[in-house]
């Protein structure tokens, strides 16, 4: 059995976190926690981080010492300078938190790479881990819609940048923008994605704690996410009705079925590929035919089987990739949006326009 | 001589004995053996004898004698000579003129002797200065009382008016007048208009009336009304025999107006056949059907064991017992009570009501009780619809409270742990 660490910080990360726990009931209702047990395989310590009481009190399915409040009034105000200050000062206090959970396998943390607290708290939580700790540490990085603004496209930017710096064992993106086919208000698209998110890496614990058929574990997927560039992304598809496996497999890998976009066979350099169902839906034909054709494209496939019996088929695809063109493109914008927000800057402060305007006045007396 | 001895004290006994009861003294006794100055006189009871005139130079006096105001005598004696009248009862009075004495005012010396007559009647025996004209009399105050009826003729139960009045017709003042008016067997005292003066006094010819009240008949008969008495006194302070009034008589004949309350008292319920601890309702009917208005109507609900008493319009529960009061009930009123009950056993029940009231029947001095009591129908308790559930074992109620208690416990568990 693993020990699994589950990190959530910011208002993003707490949501998914709550998403993971929620998923973990199994159930829908949100009284799920009254009358049912969370159906974890491993042993799974989840720990909510944000300075944002609000955030934390909207969770439903967490623990309340799972929730670890840094008082810094509400939220640093997507500014990650002052995110890094308070968590400097809050260090100690919330690496004890952690602490206290014991020894882990692995360990993932999910955060925004745009807001202010997770995107600043997460690069710095991973580095103090890979001081102090052997195990793995991933991060699930979630990428703003790009048109939220300059400031949130700057600080994805440079989160994804101190990220890699921080010694972190690979970032599973997810990109807002891509999901945003979702559909619905904010409220419930958000929700959409935390669910869609929270159910793959629920299947992901499930896989590496399960017996499976073709024998994928923890160390495939170190391996795995050690390959390409250090980023990846998840693939998932869940049969809603008997299709062949072949399908499945390729609806997975697909536009639809990728947390971050991306061209899977040109840009891929790692895969691991868990496939779940009845015994009777898993055709090792139709199986083999979709892994060769994937690993023919990019290199070594990893592949593990799972024999639910009555389960439709589910896919889930982890892909580290060489190049991500999406990422670059995000990138040029964001520089963009950092050149727009020093020239803003400048000029406010060169030009103070506002203040020449008072001046007009100067040393004149109102006269009634 | 002891034997004489004792002889002469039983004779001497039997004289002064017979000297101090004897009803008249036929001797002659002397009132006065002085002198009388001239214009002043000399009062036996109403009788003044004034010495008119003294004649020092003739040895000579001249009397009158006054009854009261009025003259009975004028005479003219020398020394040595005497005169005589007569006064009431039989009495004598003899004036001797003994002798004349000159000096500023000249002054007659008299000897005054009275003969037959009872000096326990001799009131007034003095000198009095200024003679006649100033002599205060007493005389004989008369006291006439009347009873009178203003029916003579009456039935049970109805009133009469007595009315007492009294006249002084005799020739003096009467004092000290106390009248007594003796009570009536076989009337009560129904109100009292004028009431007893106490004690008072009645100049010659004054009239009063010391006493009206009513008088209700309560037995039939003829009868005569006790007389009301008085005492009393002159002016002079004499007691006179007391007067009585005259004794009216009275017909009093069979009642025509007694009257009754008769009360009927029903009691009613809404069913009776009830399961257990279903509520009955019962209903109490108080009609008048008399021609007396009834007091202190009470009605007990004797609610048996095995029910209980669970309230009621106008029912209070008495140490213990629903109880229905009402101080008065008019003719013809009629009320309706309600009380409701609740049975908390099986089985067959009455349910009994005690009523007690009285009235005044318009004769009696006192008020009529009635009581009288009575028992409902049968009621017939069976086992409630939700009984079966109280006849289970503990446990049956214990398990499924642990269970609701577990469950609470485990929410409120799960409530804590997810609180933030
Ligand atoms: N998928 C998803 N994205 C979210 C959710 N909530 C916020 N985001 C995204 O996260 C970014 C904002 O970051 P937050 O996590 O809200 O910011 P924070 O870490 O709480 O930092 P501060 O609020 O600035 O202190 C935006 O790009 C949002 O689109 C969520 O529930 N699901
Ligand atoms: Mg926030």
Redesign the pocket.
């Known amino acids: 059995m693993l020990n699994i660490l589950i990190v959530g910080?910011?208002?993003?990360?707490?949501?998914?976190l709550d998403?993971i726990n929620k998923e973990a009931f199994g159930k829908k209702s949100r009284f799920a926690k009254f009358y049912s047990q969370q159906k974890y395989k491993s042993n799974v310590q989840t720990i909510a981080i944000?300075?944002?009481v609000n955030?934390l009190r909207e969770m439903k399915f967490t623990k309340a010492k799972d929730r670890v409040h840094i008082p810094?009034l509400?939220?640093?105000?997507?500014?990650r300078n002052v995110?890094k200050h308070v968590f400097e000062d809050n260090k100690t206090h919330i690496m004890r938190k952690i602490e206290e959970r014991g020894d882990f396998d692995v360990c993932f943390v999910i955060?925004?790479?745009?807001?202010?607290?997770?995107?600043?708290?997460t690069p710095m939580i991973i580095q103090e881990l890979k001081e102090k700790y052997d195990f793995p540490v991933y991060a699930l990085v979630?990428?703003?819609?790009r048109e939220?603004g300059t400031l949130?496209l700057q600080?994805?930017a440079f989160c994804l940048r101190d990220m890699r710096e921080s010694g972190v064992d690979g970032i599973i993106l997810?990109d807002?923008q891509f999901?945003k086919q979702m559909g619905g208000n904010?409220e419930s698209?958000?929700?959409g994605?935390?669910d869609m998110?929270a159910r793959r890496l629920l299947f992901l614990l499930d896989a590496l704690d399960s017996e499976m058929m073709m024998v994928t574990d923890l160390g495939d997927f170190k391996t795995v996410m050690s390959g390409g560039a250090g980023i990846a992304t998840i693939g998932f598809y869940e049969a809603e009705t008997d299709i062949p496996v072949r399908t499945a497999i390729q609806k997975a890998l697909s536009p639809s079925g990728l947390l971050f976009s991306s061209n899977v066979h040109e840009e891929a350099s790692r895969a691991m590929i868990i496939i779940r169902g009845d015994r009777e839906r898993l055709s090792i034909d139709e199986i083999s035919t979709e892994v060769e054709n994937l690993s023919s494209a990019v290199g070594h496939v990893f592949k593990g089987i799972i024999v639910r019996n009555g389960e439709l088929p589910q896919v889930l695809a982890v892909l580290t990739l060489e190049s991500a063109s999406e990422l670059e493109t995000l990138y040029s914008i964001a520089v963009d949006a950092i050149k727009h927000e020093r020239e803003k800057k400048e000029r406010v402060a060169s030009e103070k326009e506002v203040d020449r305007a008072f001046s007009k006045i100067d040393g004149m007396d109102p006269s009634y | 001589m002891a034997i004489i001895k004792r002889f002469l004290i039983i004779f001497l006994c039997v004289v002064s004995f017979s000297l101090a009861f004897a009803g008249t003294v036929s001797a002659a006794s002397v009132l006065y053996n002085d002198t009388i100055e001239m214009g002043n006189g000399y009062q036996i009871n109403n009788y003044v004898i004034d010495v008119t005139d003294v004649f020092v130079d003739a040895n000579s006096v001249s009397f009158y004698v006054y009854h009261r105001d009025k003259e009975v005598k004028d005479i003219l004696i020398s020394r040595g000579d005497s005169f005589e009248f007569d006064i009431d009862d039989g009495g004598k009075v003899k004036v001797i003129l003994n002798s004349v004495v000159g000096s500023v005012i000249p002054r007659a010396s008299v000897s005054i002797v009275l003969t037959d007559y009872d000096f326990r009647d001799l009131h007034k025996n003095e000198l009095v200065q200024g003679g006649h004209r100033s002599a205060t009399f007493a005389g004989t105050p008369e006291l006439k009382i009347i009873k009178s009826v203003d029916e003579e003729s009456i039935n049970v139960g109805d009133i009469v008016r007595v009315r007492v009045t009294v006249e002084n017709v005799g020739d003096d003042r009467a004092t000290e007048v106390l009248f007594n008016e003796p009570q009536q067997p076989r009337f009560i005292l129904y109100d009292t208009l004028v009431s007893d003066p106490g004690k008072t006094t009645m100049d010659i010819g004054e009239s009063k009336t010391p006493f009206v009240y009513e008088l209700k008949a309560t037995d039939e008969g003829t009868f005569e009304l006790a007389p009301t008495t008085a005492t009393f006194t002159n002016d002079a302070g004499q007691r006179f025999p007391q007067a009585a009034s005259n004794s009216p008589t009275i017909i009093v004949g069979p009642s025509e107006s007694l009257v009754s309350a008769d009360l009927e008292f029903i009691t009613t319920f809404d069913k009776h056949t009830v399961s257990r601890n279903e509520r009955i309702t019962g209903t109490m009917l108080i009609k008048n059907e008399g021609t007396a208005p009834a007091t202190g109507v009470t009605v007990n609900i004797i609610v048996p064991d095995g029910m209980r008493f669970e309230g009621g319009s106008g029912v209070e529960q008495i140490s213990g017992v629903p109880t229905i009061y009402q101080e008065t009930f008019g003719i013809q009123q009629q009320r309706e009570f309600s009380f409701v009950l609740r049975p908390t056993e099986v089985g067959t029940y009455t349910v009994s009501t005690q009523h007690s009231y009285s009235f005044d029947n318009g004769v009696d001095q006192d008020l009529q009780q009635v009581s009288s009591d009575d028992v409902s129908r049968n009621i017939r308790v069976t086992e409630g619809k939700y009984d079966y559930l109280f006849e289970q074992p503990l446990y049956v109620y214990l398990i499924p409270l642990l269970i609701i208690g577990a469950v609470i416990g485990w929410i409120y568990y799960r409530h804590k742990q997810y609180k933030f």
């Open positions: 910080n910011g208002q993003c990360g707490n949501r998914i998403a944000n300075t944002a955030d810094h509400h939220g640093v105000g997507a500014n995110g955060t925004s790479a745009s807001g202010g607290t997770g995107s600043s708290f979630v990428l703003p819609f939220e949130y600080n994805a997810a807002n999901l904010v698209a958000y929700n994605i935390n998110i």
